[in-house]
């Protein structure tokens, strides 16, 4: 079974900066090898924020480009999102997904609008005070 585990959420004022973790366990042949990062802000649908598609591939969200980074560390099974610049609009529970297919399109999709995707962990929250 594959599980993912977010940290490094936090509170911090706007224009500070945030690195989260998430660490992928149980997916011996990284068979759910697209991994990405969405986010929910509080009372709006979830959205995608940056994905990273068979390991090479990147999408990043258009509101969060220039702000944001998708990286992965494959010795420590981790994904990383980086943050920068944060804003208050970006305050919200982060979530790392994982998922079999490329999850480009799920990552640029309207709030609310993409396909269901595998494997979700708990999430890690983001407040952004100004």
């Known amino acids: 079974q594959v599980t993912l585990v977010e940290s490094g959420g936090g509170a911090v004022e706007a224009g500070g900066s945030l690195k989260l973790s998430c660490v992928v366990s149980?997916?011996?042949?990284?068979?759910?090898?697209?991994r990405g990062w969405f986010r929910q802000p509080p009372g709006k649908a979830r959205e995608g924020v940056a994905g990273l598609d068979y390991g090479v591939d990147i999408t990043i969200r258009e509101s969060v480009k220039g702000r944001f980074t998708i990286s992965r560390d494959v010795a420590k099974n981790t994904v990383y999102l980086e943050m920068h610049n944060l804003q208050p609009e970006d305050s919200g529970m982060y979530y790392c997904v994982a998922d079999q297919n490329p999850i480009r399109s799920a990552v640029v999709a309207p709030p609310g609008y993409f396909r269901n995707l595998e494997v979700w962990g708990q999430g890690t929250r983001v407040t952004v005070s100004s």
């Open positions: 149980g997916d011996r042949y990284n068979k759910y090898s697209s």
